[in-house]
């Protein structure tokens, strides 16, 4: 796990350098939000297809844009976007054995309401957003599960026993590309000029049909 969070902040970092001087006048940061998701996941294997309900740890890298066009200077909100590539380890109600994971290459734009003239030195650091965003879930289930061994059954009972019932394992795994659409809500605090703390919430709906709740940190390159 401490590799898998090494490398999302190693892809952050390296992305954010390579843009950084092709979109000078654009703030840039990097993302890393951690936390749960549960709902349902789709499956097709030797043309059984279906959904199925899961839960699971979820992973969040992120790039952010802040567009100099959608700062709106003299509004209290403005525009901005993130990329990311959304992880959810988990297990499906499937089976007991069947677990899931999925990969989501996602775009978000969200609105941002800022209260930098208010009294309070809390709500001068302090910003609610929404969000909507399109998101392509790469859903991989792989599960197995005891099906009878016609072969080695048919054996036995050629050898005089006539009660025999031998199973084995059958190993499956199915991969379905789906299409969201992602709603959501949250606030971040700036602790300092760089470095902020966030929490969201929202849904996933269309394929993968998941809530989820997750926080953590970001980082403005510039």
Same mark, same amino acid.
């Given at each position: ?92 109600? %499937?089976? @007991?054995?069947?677990? +899931?994971? $999925?990969? =989501? ?6 609105? /941002?309401?800022? &209260? ?74 700036? %602790?300092? @000029?760089?470095?902020? +703390?966030? $929490?969201? =919430? ?6 993968? /049909?998941?809530? &989820? ?10």
């Amino acid at each position: 796990m401490k590799k898998l969070f090494g490398f999302a902040l190693a892809a952050m970092v390296s992305v954010a350098s390579i843009f950084a001087g092709a979109l000078d006048d654009m703030g840039i940061y990097g993302k890393l939000n951690a936390g749960w998701t549960t709902g349902s996941v789709r499956y097709d294997v030797d043309g059984f297809s279906g959904a199925e309900g899961f839960s699971g740890f979820e992973l969040y890298p992120a790039l952010g844009l802040e567009p100099a066009a959608t700062k709106f200077e003299d509004k209290p909100f403005d525009l901005t976007f993130e990329a990311a590539v959304d992880m959810i380890f988990g297990k499906v109600d %499937l089976y @007991d054995s069947a677990k +899931v994971t $999925a990969i =989501t290459p996602a775009v978000t734009a969200f609105f /941002n309401w800022h &209260f930098e003239d208010s009294d309070s030195a809390f709500l001068q650091k302090f910003v609610p957003y929404g969000g909507v965003g399109l998101a392509v879930p790469i859903q991989m289930v792989k599960f197995s599960y005891k099906a009878l061994d016609a072969e080695a059954t048919q054996a036995a009972i050629m050898k005089g026993d006539f009660s025999a019932r031998i199973y084995k394992d059958e190993d499956y795994n199915s991969t379905v590309v789906g299409f969201d659409l992602t709603f959501l809500v949250g606030a971040r605090y700036a %602790l300092t @000029d760089k470095i902020e +703390v966030n $929490a969201e =919430t929202g849904y996933n709906c269309i394929s993968m /049909n998941n809530w &989820f709740l997750r926080g953590g940190a970001l980082y403005r390159f510039k």
